[in-house]
């Protein structure tokens, strides 16, 4: 009888915190998602913007699809990755030509021209945004998506794709001469990062029931940024511990909610400042331990 009765509270404890966190959980393995969505651009040495436009993209097409339509679930999400991934090849093929702050301010500008397209449209709801969206996201959804997009990226890492990337990122003159196409690659790059903001952008729609214009602004593509360098892009670890660690700080800070985009850009200068590999730099970590095995041994 005891048994049962602390079986029974803990369900009931279990479902008030699941009730209350539920969106928090979910949370952890979209943004990491998205922290993965602008690690495959940064790999390849290009500083785009334009990740938390086409995660806004994704979400819209997803749930009208939803909403408006008989398709299932996984076809909304699938045209929910499709769509900016379209969109990334268009404006990719001159966008990309830039580099550097232009390649920023350009993808940045495309932010705000998606932004300010949803506000005039009917069909999203203008400034209000999308209401009533299917409550279809489940845990199991993003832990399985969340697993497909490390797979699929570790490996194009350890590919060719991933060594021409690489290639890019460190010099990219060199890179042509060696006959890398360097144009071709980095658009892969764009467009695969837009595929995954776009998924995540879906599934976050999909347990959040609203969506709107303002979910998709200038500073939620500087969280994102702030989630992959926080975390480190030497591996895929480094971005998905980021954007982790960064959904649950809000809810540690939630005294300073209202200086959250203030305190994600105080974090972001000071890890280029003091860890500009991020906080998961295997060597650091290896050299760490290292440094503490003899002392250790001697014990």
């Given at each position: 009888m005891t048994e049962l009765f602390t079986s029974i509270g803990f369900?009931?404890?279990?479902?008030?915190?699941?009730?209350?966190?539920n969106t928090v959980i979910?949370?952890?393995?979209v943004n990491a998602m998205l922290a993965l969505s602008i690690y495959v651009t940064l790999s390849c040495g290009l500083l785009s913007l334009a990740n938390a436009a086409f995660m806004g993209i994704g979400a819209y097409a997803a749930s009208l699809v939803s909403m408006?339509?008989?398709?299932?679930?996984?076809?909304?999400?699938?045209?929910?990755?499709?769509?900016?991934?379209?969109v990334a090849l268009v404006i990719g093929i001159p966008t990309l030509r830039l580099s550097g702050v232009y390649l920023a301010m350009a993808t940045l500008g495309f932010g705000e021209?998606?932004?300010v397209i949803v506000l005039n449209m009917d069909i999203t709801g203008g400034p209000l945004g999308l209401n009533g969206i299917p409550l279809k996201t489940e845990w199991w959804h993003i832990v399985l998506l969340l697993a497909a997009t490390l797979y699929i990226l570790a490996r194009i890492r350890r590919s060719k794709i991933g060594r021409a990337f690489e290639a890019i990122k460190e010099d990219e003159v060199a890179a042509r001469l060696m006959g890398v196409n360097v144009a071709g690659y980095k658009l892969l790059?764009?467009?695969?990062?837009?595929?995954?903001?776009?998924?995540?952008?879906?599934?976050?729609?999909?347990?959040?029931?609203?969506?709107?214009?303002?979910?998709?602004?200038?500073?939620?593509a500087v969280e994102i940024l702030t989630m992959a360098v926080f975390g480190g892009?030497?591996?895929?670890?480094?971005?998905?511990?980021?954007?982790m660690v960064l959904t649950l700080l809000p809810e540690a800070l939630r005294d300073f909610n209202s200086y959250r985009a203030v305190v994600n850009g105080?974090?972001?200068?000071?890890?280029?400042?003091?860890?500009?590999?991020?906080?998961?730099?295997?060597?650091?970590?290896?050299?760490?331990f290292q440094r503490k095995a003899p002392a250790g041994g001697n014990n």
């Open positions: 369900m009931d404890w279990w479902d008030g915190f699941w009730s209350t966190y979910f949370g952890l393995g408006q339509t008989g398709l299932p679930f996984p076809a909304a999400l699938a045209i929910g990755g499709a769509l900016p991934a379209l021209v998606v932004r790059a764009f467009v695969i990062g837009a595929a995954i903001a776009g998924v995540a952008g879906g599934l976050n729609a999909h347990y959040t029931f609203t969506i709107g214009p303002g979910n998709y602004a200038f500073e939620n892009t030497s591996t895929l670890v480094g971005p998905t511990i980021g954007g105080l974090i972001l200068v000071l890890v280029i400042l003091y860890l500009p590999k991020g906080i998961w730099d295997p060597r650091r970590i290896r050299a760490f």
